[in-house]
């Protein structure tokens, strides 16, 4: 009888397994194309500001991504570039005007269609070699119909031109929501196999 309740046990755990993995193993890839706004403008890709002027100048262009496809498989989380911003210089180079604005747009159409924004602030002086230049994100997190995103490295450093060719990629977090379809099929499963032990155990306690 042991080895009959212990038979069974095993086949419902692997049951419950096999539901769990196949909740588990759905693909899940997101789509997203990003533009960017200065000063509250309006939002494109490239889009570029320039400080100074008489020879120093300071000039920052945004360069975004264009349906750039990731999968959140396995981990349900998966790092990607938003675009990036190239800093150039003339004569000395120039300093951010203080309360300079920025934002970044995530325009979504997989899983589902939709729009969100990431807003902050620059600031600092950039120069050939020398950068204090950063991106300062006040707004870290949108969610964008079961899909989230998550700015990382804040404040972000804007490197000068003389390193990287003056190139700072902006990077995010992104993580599924696991479907509440994948949760009813999950929970249906861990049911089923729950109403499989206690129908042994019933019947190994009645005989």
Same mark, same amino acid.
């Given at each position: 009888m042991k080895n009959i309740l212990r038979a069974s046990l095993m086949t419902a755990l692997v049951a419950g397994l096999m539901v769990f993995a196949a909740a588990g193993a759905k693909a899940? %890839? $997101?789509?997203?194309?990003?533009?960017?706004s200065f000063n509250g403008g309006a939002f494109s890709s490239p889009n570029a500001i320039v400080f100074g002027g008489m020879g120093n100048q300071l000039s920052l262009t945004f360069t975004g991504v264009t349906n750039s496809a990731v999968n959140t498989? %396995?981990?349900g989380f998966t790092f990607a570039s938003l675009g990036q911003i190239q800093t150039a210089v003339t004569g000395i180079g120039f300093v951010i005007t203080p309360g300079t604005t920025f934002a970044i747009r995530i325009t979504q159409t997989v899983p589902s269609g939709?729009?969100?924004?990431?807003s902050g602030t620059l600031s600092g002086a950039i120069t050939q070699n020398n950068s204090t230049g950063q991106i300062t994100f006040t707004v870290t997190h949108i969610d964008i119909n079961g899909v989230q995103y998550d700015v990382q490295n804040n404040p972000l450093?804007?490197? %000068? %031109?003389?390193?990287?060719?003056?190139?700072t990629s902006i990077q995010a977090r992104i993580t599924t929501v696991p479907e509440p379809t994948s949760m009813l099929l999950l929970g249906t499963g861990l049911a089923g196999v729950a109403?499989? $032990?206690?129908?042994?155990?019933?019947?190994?306690?009645q005989s």
């Open positions: 899940n %890839p $997101v789509t997203f194309s990003t533009t960017a498989d %396995p981990a939709g729009s969100g924004d990431f450093a804007l490197v %000068p %031109p003389a390193t990287n060719n003056g190139i109403g499989a $032990v206690r129908r042994k155990l019933r019947a190994r306690n």
